[in-house]
């Protein structure tokens, strides 16, 4: 009896990860949207939209770096839940 309780309180717990890696990515996903956002603009304003140009906005840089942080998390977050990421290069 006690084995078929802590069975079901694993699947409980897996569940409840499950659920929550779930929201992070979905978290994860809106600030990606949001920075990728907020490098177009900067590319805008500066107009400058070439990496290797001395002129590109550190601002827009230093998001480059942050969302390719966050696209690295969410892909590996992905895995762990068993789904095929669409952060990864194809």
């Known amino acids: 009896m006690a084995k078929s309780y ?3 309180t694993l699947r409980a717990t897996a569940a409840t990860h ?5 929201a992070l990515i979905g978290n994860l996903s809106r ?3 949001l920075l990728t956002v907020d490098i177009e603009h900067e590319e805008t304003q500066a107009g ?4 290797s140009d ?3 906005p ?3 840089r ?3 770096v942050r ?17 095929r990421s669409m952060y990864t290069a194809a």
């Open 6 to 8: 802590f069975v079901e």
């Open 31 to 33: 600030t990606f949207e």
């Open 67 to 83: 969302r390719d942080n966050i696209r690295t998390t969410i892909a590996a977050l992905e895995v762990r839940l068993g789904r």
């Open 48 to 51: 400058v939209r070439d990496l």
């Open 58 to 60: 550190v601002l827009a």
């Open 62 to 64: 230093s998001m480059r």
């Open 54 to 56: 001395p002129a590109y």
């Open 18 to 22: 499950g659920l929550q890696i779930g």
